[in-house]
């Protein structure tokens, strides 16, 4: 059974940081890419940011590029995702996913199979 587990997520100050982690098991991660999607309250999942199986080919969402970073440790079947220089507009609850090998747009949450159940991350002004 797969399953991916977020942790990480908190209340934090405008301009903080924190840190999100999603392990997995179940799966052989080195071969998925992953993947981190986030969801506000009243509003679509959107993704933010994503990264390939060997920790290449990272994408950013234009709303989170130059303040978030995605990276992972295949050893540990951990992905993370960090975040700097956080708005109340990034208040939202963060999951990770799993895409499998050869699927393209890293983008579309259509393409993942599998998800965590999320950590909630809240900004205050």
């Known amino acids: 059974q797969v399953q991916l587990v977020e942790s990480g997520g908190g209340l934090v100050q405008a301009g903080g940081s924190l840190r999100l982690s999603c392990t997995a098991s179940g799966l052989t991660f080195a071969s998925y890419s992953m993947g981190w999607f986030r969801q506000a309250p009243g509003k679509e999942r959107e993704f933010a940011a994503s990264?390939?199986?060997?920790?290449?080919?990272?994408y950013y969402a234009d709303s989170v590029k130059g303040r978030f970073t995605i990276s992972r440790d295949n050893a540990k079947n951990t992905v993370y995702l960090q975040l700097n220089s956080l708005k109340p507009e990034d208040t939202a609850v963060y999951s990770c996913?799993?895409?499998?090998?050869?699927?393209?747009?890293?983008?579309?949450?259509?393409?993942?199979?599998?998800w965590g159940q999320g950590t909630q991350v809240t900004v205050s002004s």
């Open positions: 996913a799993a895409r499998p090998p050869g699927v393209a747009a890293p983008t579309d949450p259509l393409e993942y199979d599998y």
């Open positions: 990264i390939g199986w060997s920790g290449g080919n990272t």
